[in-house]
């Protein structure tokens, strides 16, 4: 079974953990006025940055070592559904991050990462920019938790109903399925 | 690990419990089930008036004007803070005379508090905005003291104030000062004062609990409210433009060390007098405009923006007033509109 590349996995796991700790950090600090507010926020914005960080890199590898081939047997629909959701995945991964950045320009906040690196201003200061880019920020957030959903239901769809291998292409360890065994790395 | 003849409709369940509780937790993250939480939208909601927020305004301290000026630092305070602002030198300064009301057109003679909102850069790209009042002390210990007095002072029940007072000791000084203190006849000749405490780190890395205010040059005159209604519901800006046009007008800014065990946490409670005071510099104000078209309309004087060598304390209060000043922020940049700009030239 051909899964993909180490690098791959560990990148695809360690930014499931960010991403996930990302959403549930940025719904938890815009609703609260506790002290733990000052943390979640200064970990947020330096969690973005290592996503964005990350994410590009994640994209160069998969440019270079590419993807298993999805299953011949699998529908059509399940295939575009697939191709499209990464698609949108990567486009969040990505543009999150500079929405955010973005925002916190627009709005003429500094931008201080990891305990004190200042990052540029990437807009100046405007009203309606920081409106428009609060906006996508906010909602775009609410789509990008939804389609996590989604990726992990179709995962285990994979894993548990179809157990076609696309689960364990990308498991973190090998996994041992019903029809096969995948030999230990 | 899976067992090998598990049903599908197992499994579908299985999945549908990983998404649903998935779903859940975020949901509760995010305050839905929470309607006791106190959240930033909640806090702010607390400030409208009973006729709705004054959109593209600011949500408290509506009403205010812009200045511009320098920070003159004489480098003591460089022994309390590594930061750059207390360096010998001048840095620049932008910031905002305010009312602290929800009404952007309120009579100033109304208006029980003023405040100070200010900016100082230094070159090396930090940072340090504080936003100050002229009550020598916060009226509660807790934002959630702060939401329950906004809900009591707005409440149509007689009794909500005398509640409130009954259930919070700590507003005696407040309301005592609010009651009894004299009213001065200008910005330029009110103290303004932090409250919360903030943390200053040395070149040594020792770190000092202090408060900061800013005392007036000008000598205070008192004067009655009743007097300052006369002098008309703008007078307060007239006459810091006026001042201001005819000399550049000064406060010296002094950092109060708090010794151990003093109430660093409590805004609502005055350290003893006798604390070490540091004089590290004067600030003075050289130009004022108007907010509608001024360059203190774009800034959320957000007192957590701090440069390296300040750093928030155990005050509950920055952190509170943070969220709820990003949350007033967001909600006048989206209704701009409201509240056009005036001059050509300017980017609506």
Redo the contacts between chains.
């Keep these: 079974m051909i899964r993909f590349t180490p690098l791959q996995r560990l990148l695809h796991w360690l930014m499931a953990i960010g991403i996930l700790a990302m959403?549930?950090i940025g719904?938890?600090m815009?609703?609260?006025?506790?002290?733990?507010?000052?943390p979640l926020?200064a970990v947020h914005k330096s969690l973005g940055i290592a996503i964005l960080v990350l994410a590009l890199i994640r994209l160069a590898v998969r440019l270079r070592y590419g993807a298993p081939a999805l299953p011949a047997d699998l529908p059509e629909p399940m295939k575009l559904a697939a191709q499209l959701s990464h698609y949108a995945l990567y486009a969040l991964m990505i543009g999150m991050p500079l929405l955010g950045w973005a925002m916190l320009s627009a709005?003429?906040?500094?931008v201080v990462v990891f305990g004190?690196i200042?990052l540029p201003q990437i807009l100046p200061?405007?009203?309606?920019l920081?409106?428009w880019l609060?906006d996508a920020h906010f909602y775009l957030a609410f789509a990008f938790?939804a389609l996590v959903?989604m990726h992990?239901?179709a995962a285990?769809?994979h894993?548990?109903?179809r157990?076609d291998g696309v689960f364990e292409a990308m498991a973190p360890v090998s996994?041992?399925?019903?029809d096969e065994l995948v030999p230990a790395e | 690990?899976?067992e090998?003849h598990?049903s599908?409709l197992g499994?579908?369940t299985?999945?549908a419990i990983?998404?649903a509780a998935?779903?859940a937790?975020?949901a509760y993250?995010?305050?839905w089930f929470s309607p006791e939480?106190?959240?930033?939208?909640r806090?702010v909601a607390a400030l409208a008036p009973p006729t709705g927020p004054a959109l593209g305004h600011r949500r408290n301290h509506a009403k205010g004007i812009c200045f511009t000026g320098v920070f003159e630092a004489n480098g003591a305070g460089a022994e309390l803070s590594k930061a750059q602002v207390f360096a010998r030198g001048q840095y620049p300064a932008l910031g905002r005379f305010n009312l602290g009301t929800p009404h952007p057109d309120a009579a100033d003679a109304t208006v029980r508090i003023r405040g100070f909102g200010i900016r100082i850069a230094t070159p090396d790209?930090?940072?340090w905005r504080s936003a100050m009042i002229d009550a020598p002390v916060f009226p509660v210990s807790t934002?959630r003291g702060f939401y329950e007095l906004l809900i009591a002072s707005g409440s149509k029940d007689p009794n909500a104030m005398k509640n409130f007072v009954a259930a919070h000791p700590e507003f005696a000084p407040f309301g005592d000062w609010a009651k009894n203190a004299p009213w001065t006849d200008s910005y330029a000749e009110d103290r303004f004062n932090s409250l919360n405490s903030f943390v200053f780190v040395d070149n040594a890395g020792a770190e000092h609990v202090v408060r900061w205010s800013l005392l007036p040059a000008a000598q205070p005159v008192s004067i009655s409210p009743d007097d300052l209604a006369k002098r008309g519901p703008d007078f307060l800006e007239q006459d810091i433009a006026q001042r201001v046009a005819s000399a550049p007008q000064r406060w010296t800014m002094a950092v109060t060390v708090a010794n151990p065990g003093d109430p660093i946490a409590d805004p609502s409670k005055a350290w003893p007098t006798d604390r070490r005071t540091v004089e590290v510099g004067t600030l003075i104000v050289q130009k004022i405009e108007a907010e509608q078209d001024g360059p203190c309309r774009?800034?959320?004087f957000?007192p957590?923006?701090l440069p390296?060598g300040i750093q928030?304390s155990d005050d509950?209060f920055?952190?509170?007033r943070?969220?709820?000043y990003t949350r007033s922020?967001?909600l006048r940049?989206?209704e701009?509109k409201d509240y056009p700009r005036t001059a050509t030239g300017t980017?609506?």
Excluded: C
Aim: charged residues 10%; proline residues 10%; hydrophobic residues 45%.
């Design positions: 959403l549930f719904v938890g815009v609703s609260t006025t506790m002290p733990k507010y000052l926020v709005a003429a906040y500094p004190g200042y200061q405007s009203d309606s920081h409106t609060w938790f959903l992990v239901a285990l769809f894993a548990l109903i157990r996994v041992s399925t019903q | 690990m899976l090998p598990r599908p499994s579908l299985l999945i990983v998404i998935g779903a937790a975020f993250t995010a305050g939480r106190l959240t930033p939208t806090l790209g930090k940072e934002p774009e800034i959320n957000d957590t923006v390296t928030v509950p920055p952190a509170a943070s969220a709820a922020y967001d940049t989206a701009a980017k609506p």
